[in-house]
Nanobody
């Protein structure tokens, strides 16, 4: 059974940093796009960042320059380094693994990130 587990969430002041990590169990080798999404209160889940098997990355505009995604495919782990956090970053963050073009998504259970003013 394939499972993803996030960790590293918590409460941080604006301008601070957090590092989120995702660990996968089971085989996810075919799902070679790894990423992060988030869902704020009252909003739909939105894309945050991804990294492909070739190391190419992509970010939503609101986090560019502040967040960095990295991956260790051999260990089935990936991380999201979040710097210069803003209150608007407050959300539940979910790690994600999928095939190219968005097929066969697998989601973690989510980890809460709260940024205070």
């Amino acid at each position: 059974q394939v499972q993803l587990v996030e960790s590293g969430g918590g409460l941080v002041q604006a301008g601070g940093s957090l590092r989120l990590s995702c660990a996968a169990s089971g085989s996810i080798s075919s799902r070679n796009v790894r990423g992060w999404f988030r869902q704020a209160p009252g909003k739909q889940r939105e894309f945050v960042a991804l990294i492909g098997s070739d190391g190419a990355t992509n970010y939503t505009d609101s986090v560019k320059g502040r967040f960095t995604i990295s991956s260790d495919n051999a260990k089935n782990t990936w991380s999201l380094q979040m710097n210069s956090l803003k209150p608007e970053d407050t959300a539940v963050y979910y790690c994600n693994a999928r095939k190219k073009f968005g097929f066969a998504n697998i989601w973690g259970q989510g980890t809460q990130v709260t940024v205070s003013s």
